[in-house]
C-alpha cells in the first residue's frame, strides 16, 4: 500500500519499475498508472538482484521488516543508492562501512515514524541543547470496529512486532528498557478525542545518534482500551514465537496470530483511515528555554484513494529521492534522517514537499 503510493508519486518525474511478488499487487499500480513497469519477483531470493537491479539508478525498499536487514544489504553490495522504509529489528548501522565500500547512499528509516520524528529532532538538534525529545504516533480507521477498534495501514506483522519488541528508552541519562505497550497514557487530540499513548521501540537510531540528550521516548497511540486487549493476547502466549505441540503438528502460536489477526486488521482499499503525530523538542539557548512541538493530523485521501499512512509515509520517502537527485545529500555510508534535519536546506525541503502533497507539520 505504501510502496504503490511512493511509486505513483514518482512516475510523472521519473522512469519507475516496481516489483512485487503477488502478480495483483503490480496490475492495481499499473491500473492506477500504465507508465510504471511492473515486474514479478520474489525479493527473498538474492541471486538474481545484480541482474534485476543494473538498469536503475536508485532502488527503494518498502518491504516486510523481517526481510529488511537482509535486501538492504543486497541492494548495497549491488552498488546503488537506496532508500528504505521497511521497520527491520536489526541495527541498520552495521551496513555503514559496506555501504562506503561500495560507493552507496543508503537513507534508512525514511517514513513517518520513524522518519519525520527523527528529521525534526535532527533539526533543532542543531540550534540548542536538547534535554527532552518525545514523539508519539498513530495510524487508526475512522469508523471504530470492536473488538480490535484498529486496521493495519502498512504489514500486520510489523504491528504485532511493535508489541512484542522491548522498548528502548532514554531516561535521566540512561538507556531504559520497558515492555511494548507499557506507561499506558491518555491524550487529548481536537480531530479525534481521547487516544493512548504507550511505549513502543521507535527511537530506534536516534538512541545512539543523540547521546548527549538525557531524555527521550516514543509511544504508539490508538483508541482506548486496545493496549489492554492486546496485552491479554500477549500474555496469554498467543506472540510466543517457539512452535508448540498441535494434533500432531508443531504450530507457532505468533505465526497463527498473525494469520487470524492479518484478516481482521486488513485495510480496505478504500477504508477512510487517519494519521494523528505530535513531536516536541525541549532544549535550552543560554539560559532560554525552548519547547519546539510539531503536530499532524491527515486523513484517507478520496481523490487519489490514497490512505494517509501510505501519504505520511511515502512522500517522505519520495522527497529524500529528490534530494538525492538534486545532489542536496551526497554523503556515502547508512544514515537515518536525523542526518537529513542537521541540514536546514534538506530540512525545509522536506517539508514544503510534503505541503505541496497536502500533508502539513504545524509548528507550535
Given at each position: 500500500m505504501?510502496?504503490r503510493?511512493?511509486?505513483?508519486?514518482?512516475?510523472?518525474?521519473?522512469?519507475?519499475?516496481?516489483?512485487?511478488?503477488?502478480?495483483?499487487?503490480?496490475?492495481?499500480?499499473?491500473?492506477?498508472?500504465?507508465?510504471?513497469?511492473?515486474?514479478?519477483?520474489?525479493?527473498?531470493?538474492?541471486?538474481?538482484?545484480?541482474e534485476?537491479?543494473?538498469?536503475?539508478?536508485?532502488?527503494?525498499?518498502a518491504?516486510?521488516?523481517?526481510?529488511?536487514?537482509?535486501?538492504?544489504?543486497?541492494?548495497?553490495?549491488?552498488?546503488?543508492?537506496?532508500?528504505?522504509?521497511?521497520?527491520?529489528?536489526?541495527?541498520?548501522?552495521?551496513?555503514?562501512?559496506?555501504?562506503?565500500?561500495?560507493?552507496?547512499?543508503?537513507?534508512?528509516?525514511?517514513?513517518?515514524?520513524?522518519?519525520?520524528s527523527?528529521?525534526?529532532?535532527?533539526?533543532?538538534?542543531?540550534?540548542?541543547?536538547?534535554?527532552?525529545?518525545?514523539?508519539?504516533?498513530?495510524?487508526?480507521?475512522?469508523?471504530?470496529t470492536?473488538?480490535?477498534?484498529?486496521?493495519?495501514?502498512?504489514?500486520?506483522?510489523?504491528?504485532?512486532?511493535?508489541?512484542?519488541r522491548?522498548?528502548?528508552?532514554?531516561?535521566?541519562?540512561?538507556?531504559?528498557?520497558?515492555?511494548?505497550?507499557?506507561?499506558?497514557?491518555?491524550?487529548?487530540?481536537?480531530?479525534?478525542?481521547?487516544?493512548?499513548?504507550?511505549?513502543?521501540?521507535?527511537?530506534?537510531?536516534?538512541?545512539?545518534?543523540?547521546?548527549?540528550?538525557?531524555?527521550?521516548?516514543?509511544?504508539?497511540?490508538?483508541?482506548?482500551?486496545?493496549?489492554?486487549?492486546?496485552?491479554?493476547?500477549?500474555?496469554?502466549?498467543?506472540?510466543?514465537?517457539?512452535?508448540?505441540?498441535?494434533?500432531?503438528?508443531?504450530?507457532?502460536?505468533?505465526?497463527?496470530?498473525?494469520?487470524?489477526?492479518?484478516?481482521?486488521?486488513?485495510?480496505?482499499?478504500?477504508?477512510?483511515?487517519?494519521?494523528?503525530?505530535?513531536?516536541?523538542?525541549?532544549?535550552?539557548?543560554?539560559?532560554?528555554?525552548?519547547?519546539?512541538?510539531?503536530?499532524?493530523?491527515?486523513?484517507?485521501?478520496?481523490?487519489?484513494?490514497?490512505?494517509?499512512?501510505?501519504?505520511?509515509?511515502?512522500?517522505?520517502?519520495?522527497?529524500?529521492?529528490?534530494?538525492?537527485?538534486?545532489?542536496?545529500?551526497?554523503?556515502?555510508?547508512?544514515?537515518?534522517?536525523?542526518?537529513?534535519?542537521?541540514?536546514?536546506?534538506?530540512?525545509?525541503?522536506?517539508?514544503?514537499?510534503?505541503?505541496?502533497?497536502?500533508?502539513?507539520?504545524?509548528?507550535?
Amino acid at each position: 500500500m505504501v510502496g504503490r503510493a511512493i511509486a505513483l508519486d514518482l512516475a510523472p518525474h521519473f522512469t519507475v519499475t516496481s516489483f512485487d511478488v503477488h502478480e495483483q499487487h503490480l496490475q492495481l499500480l499499473h491500473k492506477k498508472n500504465p507508465s510504471i513497469q511492473t515486474k514479478i519477483a520474489d525479493l527473498q531470493k538474492h541471486s538474481f538482484y545484480e541482474e534485476l537491479l543494473a538498469p536503475y539508478d536508485l532502488v527503494i525498499m518498502a518491504v516486510p521488516g523481517f526481510m529488511g536487514f537482509s535486501t538492504l544489504r543486497q541492494v548495497i553490495l549491488c552498488g546503488k543508492n537506496v532508500i528504505d522504509i521497511s521497520f527491520f529489528p536489526e541495527d541498520a548501522h552495521h551496513l555503514h562501512h559496506l555501504a562506503i565500500e561500495n560507493n552507496v547512499t543508503a537513507i534508512v528509516d525514511c517514513g513517518v515514524a520513524p522518519g519525520m520524528s527523527n528529521l525534526i529532532l535532527g533539526r533543532y538538534n542543531e540550534e540548542m541543547q536538547v534535554s527532552n525529545f518525545e514523539a508519539y504516533v498513530g495510524g487508526l480507521p475512522k469508523v471504530r470496529t470492536k473488538p480490535f477498534e484498529y486496521k493495519a495501514p502498512f504489514s500486520p506483522v510489523d504491528v504485532i512486532q511493535e508489541y512484542i519488541r522491548p522498548a528502548r528508552l532514554k531516561e535521566n541519562g540512561n538507556i531504559v528498557i520497558k515492555p511494548a505497550l507499557s506507561d499506558c497514557e491518555l491524550m487529548q487530540y481536537e480531530q479525534v478525542g481521547t487516544l493512548e499513548a504507550f511505549n513502543t521501540d521507535g527511537l530506534r537510531s536516534l538512541l545512539f545518534s543523540f547521546p548527549h540528550i538525557p531524555n527521550m521516548k516514543e509511544k504508539t497511540m490508538r483508541y482506548p482500551g486496545h493496549a489492554a486487549l492486546i496485552t491479554q493476547f500477549k500474555e496469554a502466549g498467543f506472540f510466543n514465537e517457539e512452535p508448540i505441540p498441535f494434533h500432531g503438528a508443531e504450530v507457532s502460536p505468533l505465526q497463527f496470530a498473525s494469520h487470524l489477526l492479518m484478516k481482521q486488521w486488513k485495510l480496505g482499499e478504500t477504508e477512510k483511515e487517519l494519521t494523528v503525530m505530535r513531536v516536541i523538542v525541549d532544549g535550552h539557548t543560554g539560559k532560554d528555554f525552548h519547547r519546539v512541538e510539531y503536530n499532524l493530523f491527515d486523513e484517507y485521501d478520496e481523490a487519489t484513494q490514497t490512505s494517509s499512512m501510505a501519504r505520511t509515509t511515502g512522500y517522505t520517502c519520495t522527497a529524500a529521492v529528490h534530494l538525492l537527485h538534486k545532489n542536496m545529500f551526497t554523503q556515502k555510508g547508512v544514515y537515518p534522517p536525523e542526518f537529513l534535519g542537521k541540514n536546514k536546506d534538506c530540512f525545509d525541503f522536506i517539508m514544503q514537499h510534503l505541503k505541496k502533497r497536502g500533508v502539513h507539520w504545524i509548528k507550535s
